[in-house]
């Protein structure tokens, strides 16, 4: 909002104030007929004070937004006294903490709720590494307990689908996704292994799962697939009679 005159003088229209701020003071030329309102626009772009912030006296009574200047009394040379409100500041510097308090709530909440779901899949994973080891010495399980298994790998799943997370909760999120996923392969081929293990030849050769892996591989994220050309930890399960 930007207000020009002649000179404040020449245009009856217009008038010279000054403003009082601080230490400062503030010379406008403005039109006589704007409001209070207007006028903390002007110098809201004059000096950065926001207008919800400004408080504006004219002989010593705070003026209202929607009083004309003209009809206050305001001519050439009126002085007036700019003032901050400090209950206003003082609140949108609150709102402004309030919002980084949420936003920190909200990674912090994140983070926290990826923890409790690695948790729940380390007890999991743990479950999976002793079928593994049932199976793998060519006893066969319960078929319900592998089934079981899954559906609460995939339960997990669900609910890191649901996590909404930034920065390292999001980033530990998608390894936790990634980890389950590992797992649900590993049921997967476990599955199929325990149902087979009694209805093949003992020379048949599995492909789906390998038992000279280590144990301790199910579920960890820094076990690194076998190299197709080592030959340790590479050789297919034996089936047993």
Not at 92 to 115: M, R, Y
Not at 171 to 176: H, I, N
């Amino acid at each position: 909002m930007d207000y020009t005159g002649d000179d404040g003088g020449s245009n009856s229209n217009f008038i010279k104030i000054k403003v009082s701020y601080g230490s400062n003071w503030l010379d406008l030329t403005v039109p006589s007929h704007i409001t209070f309102g207007d006028l903390k626009g002007v110098i809201a772009e004059k000096i950065g004070l926001e207008p919800d912030v400004q408080r504006l006296f004219f002989r010593g009574i705070e003026k209202d937004d929607q009083i004309h200047l003209e009809m206050a009394g305001l001519k050439n040379n009126s002085k007036l006294l700019l003032k901050e409100n400090i209950a206003k500041v003082e609140e949108v510097s609150t709102s402004n903490d309030k919002t980084e308090e949420v936003k920190e709530t909200q990674v912090s909440k994140g983070s926290e709720l990826v923890a409790e779901v690695k948790a729940d899949v380390d007890k999991l994973a743990e479950q999976l590494r002793a079928l593994k080891k049932i199976i793998c010495e060519g006893h066969k399980v319960l078929q319900k307990d592998l089934i079981f298994t899954v559906e609460m790998l995939e339960r997990q799943l669900l609910k890191l689908d649901g996590i909404k997370a930034e920065g390292e909760g999001k980033v530990q999120r998608k390894m936790e996704v990634q980890r389950v996923q590992s797992l649900l392969d590993t049921a997967d081929e476990l599955k199929t292994r325990n149902l087979g293990s009694k209805a093949k030849s003992s020379d048949t050769v599995q492909k789906t799962t390998n038992c000279d892996a280590s144990e301790s591989d199910i579920g960890n994220h820094d076990a690194q697939p076998s190299s197709p050309s080592s030959t340790k930890g590479t050789q297919d399960w034996e089936v047993f009679e």
